[in-house]
């Protein structure tokens, strides 16, 4: 380590391209510490699993209920998006989703009555 043959530089490339994605390896924990928990695509497929169950459970009250109690409100799960300037816009975005998950949810309830 640190020799003519084998220097510093070397180790560095070597820790930053020739590790293999294992999220069980510490040295992988610490160079990603906010998302190294989905760093698999089983986690990530489950995350989207679950993204979608909510949206249905929210959408089966939203039809059942003229106001959904918060617990049932959409949720994401998986990796968390940085904040940005324009997450006031996404927001914005969220509130019109909801909106309209709502005006939906009221056509199929006027469909049932």
Do not use: C
């Not at 510093?8 to 992988?28: C, H, Q, R």
């Not at 949206?55 to 799960?77: C, G, H, I, K, N």
């Not at 927001?91 to 009221?106: G, P, Y």
């Amino acid at each position: 380590m640190g020799t003519v043959g084998y220097s510093w530089y070397d180790l560095k490339v070597m820790i930053e391209w020739g590790l293999p994605n294992d999220p069980t390896s510490a040295l992988f924990r610490s160079l990603n510490p906010t998302d190294w928990m989905w760093a698999t695509v089983e986690a990530r497929l489950l995350a989207e699993i679950a993204t979608q169950t909510s949206d249905v459970r929210f959408l089966t009250a939203a039809s059942l209920m003229q106001d959904v109690p918060e617990d049932y409100w959409p949720s994401t799960y998986g990796p968390q998006i940085e904040k940005t300037p324009d997450s006031e816009d996404q927001r914005q975005v969220s509130k019109e989703s909801t909106a309209s998950a709502k005006s939906v949810a009221d056509e199929i309830r006027a469909s049932l009555v």
